[in-house]
Structures are given as C-alpha cells and as structure tokens.
C-alpha cells in the first residue's frame, strides 16, 4: 500500500514537473513576442521621428532660403536706389490702409439708415432725425444732417433750398472720400520710375566697367546688367502691390457715391411728404 502511495506521489510529481515545464516554455514564448513587439514599434517610432526631424529643417531651409534670396537680391540691387522703392512702398501702404480704414468705417445700411430716417419724418421728429444722423457716421449720415437741419428751418425749408443743401454737402462729402487718392497715385508712378532710373544707373555702370577693362566681354558688364534688372523689378512689383490696394479703393468710393445718390432721392422724397417742407 505504501508502495502505492509511493508510485502515485512520484507520477504527480513527474506530471506537476512537466506542466511546469511546458507553462514556463509557453511564458518565454509569449515573452519574447512582446519583446519583438516592442522592439518593432520602438524601431518604427524611431524612424517616424528621424523622418520627422530630417523634414522639419528642410521646411525652416527652405524659407530662411526665401528671406535670404530676397535680402541678397536686395542688397545686390544697390541700398540707395533699392532703398528708395522701399520707402515708396511703406509709403504708399500707409495710404492705402488709411483709406481702407475710413472708407470701411463711413460705411453703413443705407437702406435701413433712410427708412427710420423716414419714419421719423413722418412722424413730425426732426429733432430726433437730427440726432440719429449726428449719432451715425459715414457721408450719408452728413448729407442727410444737412437736409434735416433745412427741414427744421424756418427760411431754407422750401424744397429747392433743400435739393441745393443735398448736392453741395455730397460734393464735400465725395472729396472727403477721395482724399490721400493723389499721394497713392503718386507712389504708384515713382515705383516703376525709380527702378527705371536704377536700370539706367546700371547700364552706365557696365559702359564704365566696359571701358575700364577694355572688354566686351559678358563678365564684365554681369555686374551693371543685374543691377539694372533687380531695380527694375523690385520698382514693377512695388508698383503692382500698390496698385491693387488703390483699385480696392476707388471701388469703395464708388460703393459710397452710389449710397449718398440713392440717400440723396429718399431725403428729397421724405421733404416733399413732410408737412414742414415748403412746396
């Protein structure tokens, strides 16, 4: 019997033994699949961040590349004339965004402006119209002050008088919106102007260098020749630039001219019907 016992411990033994085995192969097996695991996505994160940081300096050369070439350019174009057309364009933008500043700023809902301009017409307050036209900005505001402050009168109030007010305080109003045009103009034309003169400078220096050496030869006049070219284009670009804000502009004031002509008939239109306008 204890021969028995024996035996039976013996095979638990031999059995536990080897599940022990078999777990612990099974265990390394499993340990070295996460290993090989980490170590791929460890190699693929490595290599997605090399990619990354090989991309990002050729993005930071190329736009340092950018700027450099425009500083070279600008350099090699001559500081005396190059600085010039740059003083035409800082210039001419300051202008440019004064304008759109203001004209954007006079802007307003003309249609809605007149009809409780009209509302209150009807209803006999001029005082109050006066108020809301002082209490709005931009030209129609200012035109349509001007032909309440006649309709509240007692000896411009006729209908004449008030057509008159309507078209002279249009007239200021128009100039005031046109005002600074000239000196944009003005940078528009110098631009192109003093690249020309750059691009004359420049021929002259390659004729001198010409002479100098006494040799026609293409390195000899490369010098003059880029000058020329350089100042040339920097002058047509500046000029392009300040030329689109310009047509920007004048169709701002043309928006504007065409609200104070429409604002201009509704007033007429609102004198006529009030009882203190003088037909």
Do not use: H
Not at 36 to 45: R, Y
Not at 76 to 87: C, K, N, P, R, Y
Not at 167 to 172: D, F, L, T
Not at 189 to 210: N, R
């Amino acid at each position: 019997m204890k021969k028995l016992f024996a035996i039976i411990a013996m095979v638990a033994a031999c059995s536990f033994a080897a599940t022990s085995s078999v777990m612990a192969q099974e265990d390394e097996a499993a340990a070295e699949e996460v290993v090989e695991a980490v170590d791929s996505a460890a190699v693929d994160t490595a290599e997605a961040v090399e990619e990354t940081v090989e991309a990002a300096p050729i993005v930071e050369e190329e736009s340092e590349g950018v700027f450099k070439t425009l500083k070279t350019k600008y350099i090699e174009g001559g500081a005396g004339f190059m600085s010039l057309v740059a003083i035409a364009l800082v210039l001419g933008l300051a202008f440019c965004i004064e304008r759109v500043v203001y004209l954007t700023l006079a802007q307003i809902n003309t249609r809605k402006f007149t009809k409780e301009l009209a509302d209150l017409v009807a209803a006999g307050k001029i005082a109050d119209a006066i108020a809301k036209c002082k209490g709005t900005r931009g030209p129609v505001a200012q035109v349509s002050r001007k032909a309440m402050e006649c309709l509240d009168s007692n000896d411009r109030n006729d209908i004449a008088t008030i057509e008159r007010t309507i078209n002279m305080e249009a007239e200021v109003q128009g100039s005031y919106l046109e005002q600074n045009c000239s000196w944009i103009t003005l940078f528009i034309a110098m631009a192109p102007s003093l690249g020309f003169l750059g691009t004359v400078i420049g021929m002259v220096m390659a004729f001198d260098d010409i002479q100098r050496a006494g040799d026609i030869s293409p390195t000899v006049v490369a010098g003059g020749m880029k000058v020329a070219l350089i100042t040339t284009i920097f002058g047509i670009i500046v000029a392009l630039i300040l030329q689109v804000f310009y047509n920007y502009i004048l169709a701002k004031v043309e928006a504007l001219t065409g609200n104070m002509e429409e604002a201009a008939q509704e007033l007429l239109v609102m004198c006529v019907k009030s009882d203190k306008c003088k037909k």
